[in-house]
């Protein structure tokens, strides 16, 4: 059992805009930096956002992040058959002093 | 370019030990944090142990504390991952992972995968 829960799975078709959420507690996304990953098959992880917003270097405006309390959102938008993967978030826990890991959510392109 | 190869796994017995090592590539090693992240067959994203850039600041998983030991050599560019007393359950691909700032992981190596099984 994850401390940060996500939706297992969403789809949406090309053009749309699909959003993941991830939902925490007081010791970890409400008082913590947020990060999202995406990975896909076959792959390693890629650091989709961090700092809450943050995009790195490469990585699409395609993708934002927010943070509303114990709550993270990842929204992808005009979305295109290369974004099926699933995505990871992730966050500092206080209370375990661990970096937590979300279930993941599994991204389908209709 | 930024480079982070693992090696080290393999097949081993229960109660066994491995030592996974990630050498790297393409940036001042000395002055990053580094983590090590495993994935099991077919599961989700599990962090495993981080390490400072001077080693003064080490944190682990609960599910491996007091079995795995992770370590770093800046002047070979090198991280280390000992793990004794294996269990069936830490069967994963293992990742070793750049910390680029507090946690935020933008390079990740290929993995290595560890299977523990009798």
């Known amino acids: 059992q994850s401390v940060l829960t996500q939706p297992p799975s969403a789809s949406g078709t090309p053009g749309q805009r699909v959003t993941i959420s991830c939902s925490g507690s007081s010791s970890n996304i409400a008082s913590n930096y947020v990060y999202w990953y995406q990975q896909l098959p076959g792959t390693a992880p890629k650091l989709l956002i961090y700092r809450f917003t943050q995009r790195p270097s490469g990585v699409p405006d395609r993708f934002s992040g927010s943070r509303s309390g114990t709550s993270a959102s990842l929204a992808i938008s005009d979305l295109r058959s290369e974004d099926e993967a699933d995505y990871y978030c992730a966050a500092w826990d206080d209370s375990l002093s661990a970096y937590v890991f979300g279930p993941g959510t599994k991204v389908t392109v209709l | 370019e930024v480079q982070l190869v693992e090696s080290g796994g393999g097949p081993v017995k229960p109660g066994g030990s491995l030592r996974l090592s990630c050498a790297a590539s393409g940036f001042t090693f000395g002055t990053n944090s580094m983590n090590w992240v495993r994935q099991a067959p077919g599961k989700g994203l599990e962090w495993v142990s981080s390490i400072s850039s001077s080693s003064n600041n080490i944190y682990y998983a609960e599910s491996v504390k007091g079995r795995f030991t992770i370590s770093r050599d800046n002047a070979k560019n090198a991280l280390f991952l000992q793990m004794n007393s294996l269990r069936v359950e830490d069967t994963a691909i293992y990742f070793c992972?750049?910390?680029?700032?507090?946690?935020?992981?933008?390079?990740w190596g290929q993995g290595t995968l560890v299977t523990v099984s009798s």
């Open positions: 992972t750049r910390d680029y700032d507090s946690f935020a992981l933008d390079f």
